[in-house]
């Protein structure tokens, strides 16, 4: 009878079956729940007898994937263009970045804002409804003939992808058993790499052969399939209750104040080297020290007035997980930091069509796919190895490779800095895969928190590890909108340094005391003040890897 007992439970939980010479049946269950589970050790026969994916979990894979590279796709297909789409709207290349920080920023502020909206509205509507918004953000942007408008759609953009997506992860978490999460999660971290893949391509291919909003046209294909499979994916029908309860609960003045806050830190920090500004000039520090006493707001907010928190403190239960979602956060700043000022050096310094400079981003994303599928088999093999492994590897190979970064020169040969490029790449599918797998990894007794997490009470679903999953998904968004600005007020700011301290300005239309501008005349010669600011980006690569490496060492 005992045997019988030990069996059931250990399918319920997906575990494998193991010998206690407990006496006792109430001993038998606490043992199970207490040890640390050994899914690692699993076969494909184990699986195949516990739990088997149907029609149904692949459809909703296929639907969480295509949301994974619309996002992806969303997230880059601007980063080639950038420099293009300042001599179109005749703006500084600082302003410009704002069509990129735009879209981060209401990424990280609607992520934890969807998945409370998912509590009462249901996963499904409130993940079609995340999708439509983008369509729409996106047809604003198709739209678009001047800076504002572009940078409005990117706002309404960001705010859906970072919705589905929140929503994706609480779906995939809800829907798939602990022990294969990993397997999973893996495919759509795969998918976000393709997408990716096709996002920078896109943009330089249609930046420099037609017209560079075309891009945008693209992105209603992805749109378009994701509307198409939801409502096979989920079932709606289960989702016409809405709890009254659950919206009075829901955390709206965290939520605001997560957007004020970051949007109020990243305006003040790209006033930063605005020529004539100072450092001490009224529009940062009115600025910087808003944004300061809104997150120490927040922060106190969260951890002591509101009853159903948006962000869980309990979250971070040990310095391990508090480590973890700092890795997450530096690896998003140096994700966006090499994406987009490795593709200027392609641009601006090699002097590369913007078609070139897409695929030469291939480079960093295309080593994603092949690293994160052998990441997963090794895994899910006989003999797995510790995750945190994978995340110090790819914490030392990114800082060779930002080592490297300081060889790059106008002479650089193109295998030299494709190799770089890659090298780079290699560590990102490392750090990604590595965050994946420990972030899926909760011990067997945050299993009963998940038994329990349907019911419709903020409170209770906040704390449990699906939370937990979308709170690594924005802390990597943070870092990535953080990148942005910052890395833009250090190589213009240097630039702008290098051109004051030039006595014969090399060409009128670089304007350095109005802004850095570009134009097709003025290329060559911006390149080559380029390369003053990247030497000094480049450190600033290197320090943050150092941090991400010093923070993987007290992963456990």
Known sequence: MRAGIIEIGHADDGFRAQLHQNTSTENLAGGIFLQHPSFSESSEDLETNFWKPRV???LVLSCVSLVAMLDAFDATMMVPII???SAVFKQPLRSVLWIDTSYFLASAASKPLFAMLSEVFGQGPTLIAAVVITTAGTGVCSGSLDMPSLVAGRLFQGMGNGGAMAVSLLLVTDLIPYPHRVRFSDHICRAWAFGAMLGPVSGGFFGQYGNWNWTFYFSYVFCALSLLVAPF???????????????YEMDWIGAVLTSI?????????????????EWNDWRILVSSCVGGVVMVCLLLYESILVSHPMFNLGIFSSISTIMLYIGCLLHGILVLWHLHYLSMYVFLVKISSPTLTGVSIIAITAPALPVLFLTAKM???????????IIRAGWVLNLLSSGCFMLLTANTPTPGWVFILSAAGVSHALLISGHNICSNLESPIHKRKEQDTRKPILGDRSSSPAFAMVMYSVLRTWGMCIAIPVGGCVVLTQMAKELHQNPAEPSGSLAWKDEIKLSQDNREELGHVFLSGFRVVWWFFMGVSTLGGLSSLLIR
């Open 379 to 389: 895994w899910g093999g006989r003999y797995p190895f510790r995750p945190r492994w």
């Open 261 to 277: 806050g970051i949007g109020s830190l990243l305006a003040g920090i790209s006033w930063i080297g605005r020529p004539p500004i």
């Open 83 to 85: 420099p293009v789409l």
């Open 56 to 58: 149904k979990e692949w």
């Open 233 to 247: 994916a989920i079932d709606l029908r289960d989702c016409n209750i809405i709890y009254r309860r659950a919206m």
